[in-house]
Nanobody
Framework: QEQLVESGGGSVQAGGSLRLSCVAS????????MGWFRQAPGQEREGVAA???????NYADSVNGRFTISEDNAKNTLYLQMNSLKPEDTAMYYC???????????????WGQGTQVTVSS
């Protein structure tokens, strides 16, 4: 099974930016998609952004226009560029592989360990 390792989380002020990275090791079936999820304390894990094998992105309404998902297949790396961050974006962010479109938790077959993002007002 592939291993997913996230990095890039941290603490920023509202309006700031962060870029998350997820390096995937091992084979990822071509029929799978990859995505980013987040979970705030006391909240359910939710899909943030996903990308299909053709590079087409899918975003949650709450982040559309502020976040950009991308991938570098040569580096087996998935990215999430997060701009105009808001305090409500504070959460643990997880990289995921799953059945396309990989936008909801039941789609996911494998998770990374997560990276914390904290946005202060």
């Amino acid at each position: 099974q592939e291993q997913l390792v996230e990095s890039g989380g941290g603490s920023v002020q509202a309006g700031g930016s962060l870029r998350l990275s997820c390096v995937a090791s091992g084979y990822i079936h071509s029929s799978y998609c990859m995505g980013w999820f987040r979970q705030a304390p006391g909240q359910e894990r939710e899909g943030v952004a996903a990308i299909d094998s053709d590079g087409n992105p899918n975003y949650a309404d709450s982040v559309n226009g502020r976040f950009t998902i991308s991938e570098d297949n040569a580096k087996n790396t998935l990215y999430l560029q997060m701009n105009s961050l808001k305090p409500e974006d504070t959460a643990m962010y997880y990289c995921a592989v799953g059945v396309c479109p990989t936008t909801v938790v039941p789609d996911v077959v494998n998770w990374g360990q997560g990276t914390q993002v904290t946005v202060s007002s």
